[in-house]
């Protein structure tokens, strides 16, 4: 707010483009700015969507590192960055539960997209402070070959807590362990695996969710 001190054109009053102008009661011209109109509150579609988006993100967030590698050439192709394609994956295919209370279908979640083939029969057992990934070799009359990377990924979704390797362990090795990230009592680890190939980084499979289990102890 500011005062007017007899301008060329003097005081005026009431509302011109972005200000108005008044008098007050000691006879001073007046200047402010004019209130901006308040926003409606939120529907409730857009508040559904809002915490849907965000229970995407919060999920995405943690898994940067793996979805820069299991995502590049996808996300490339599109002009997006990984994460976005991630999420935008996710929010199209991945999100369960009511408009009130939404949730993610962890099964339908990916964080890599590609060619090679996927595997049958891989799993992912807790033992002890570990879990126990083991997989087929097995790449008869399928797209990869026993050389290529297996990435491997044990997630605590309760606190975004993350185990994961990255190009340590072969197809060929058929199995790997994993160390518990930070746990406790009744939290939920989540499991996923994908191949890369060794010799082009870019060509990787879509990636198997494993399973959950909930820590006990």
Same mark, same amino acid.
């Given at each position: 707010?500011?005062t007017?001190n007899?301008g060329?054109?003097g005081?005026?009053?009431g509302?011109?483009?972005t200000v108005?102008?008044?008098? *007050?009661?000691k006879?001073?011209?007046?200047?402010?700015?004019?209130?901006?109109?308040?926003?409606?509150?939120n529907?409730e579609?857009q508040v559904?969507?809002?915490?849907?988006?965000g229970?995407t993100t919060g999920?995405?967030?943690?898994l940067?590192?793996?979805?820069?590698?299991?995502?590049?050439q996808k996300?490339?192709?599109?002009?997006?960055s990984?994460? *976005?394609?991630?999420c935008?994956?996710a929010?199209? *295919?991945?999100v369960?539960g009511?408009?009130a209370?939404?949730?993610l279908?962890?099964?339908?979640v990916?964080?890599?997209?590609?060619?090679?083939?996927?595997?049958?029969?891989a799993?992912a057992?807790?033992?002890g402070?570990n879990i126990?990934?083991s997989?087929?070799?097995?790449?008869?009359?399928?797209v990869?070959k026993v050389?290529?990377?297996?990435?491997?990924?044990?997630?605590?979704?309760?606190n975004?807590?993350?185990?994961?390797?990255?190009?340590?362990?072969?197809?060929s090795a058929k199995?790997a362990n994993?160390?518990i990230?930070y746990?406790?009592?009744?939290?939920?680890?989540?499991?996923y695996?994908?191949?890369q190939s060794?010799?082009d980084?870019?060509?990787v499979?879509?990636?198997?969710y494993l399973g959950?289990v909930?820590?006990?102890?």
């Amino acid at each position: 707010m500011a005062t007017l001190n007899l301008g060329i054109l003097g005081g005026f009053s009431g509302t011109v483009g972005t200000v108005v102008g008044s008098t *007050n009661k000691k006879g001073d011209d007046i200047i402010r700015a004019r209130s901006k109109k308040r926003r409606s509150a939120n529907t409730e579609g857009q508040v559904s969507q809002q915490t849907k988006f965000g229970a995407t993100t919060g999920f995405m967030q943690p898994l940067n590192a793996l979805l820069k590698t299991g995502l590049k050439q996808k996300a490339s192709a599109e002009n997006m960055s990984a994460y *976005n394609y991630a999420c935008r994956h996710a929010l199209k *295919n991945a999100v369960a539960g009511t408009d009130a209370q939404p949730e993610l279908d962890y099964s339908k979640v990916i964080i890599s997209d590609g060619s090679l083939s996927r595997i049958s029969g891989a799993t992912a057992i807790k033992e002890g402070d570990n879990i126990k990934f083991s997989w087929s070799d097995s790449v008869e009359s399928a797209v990869g070959k026993v050389t290529d990377k297996v990435n491997l990924l044990v997630y605590n979704v309760t606190n975004g807590e993350i185990s994961y390797s990255m190009g340590e362990v072969l197809r060929s090795a058929k199995t790997a362990n994993l160390p518990i990230p930070y746990s406790e009592t009744n939290d939920q680890l989540l499991f996923y695996l994908f191949f890369q190939s060794a010799s082009d980084p870019t060509l990787v499979s879509t990636s198997q969710y494993l399973g959950t289990v909930t820590v006990t102890e």
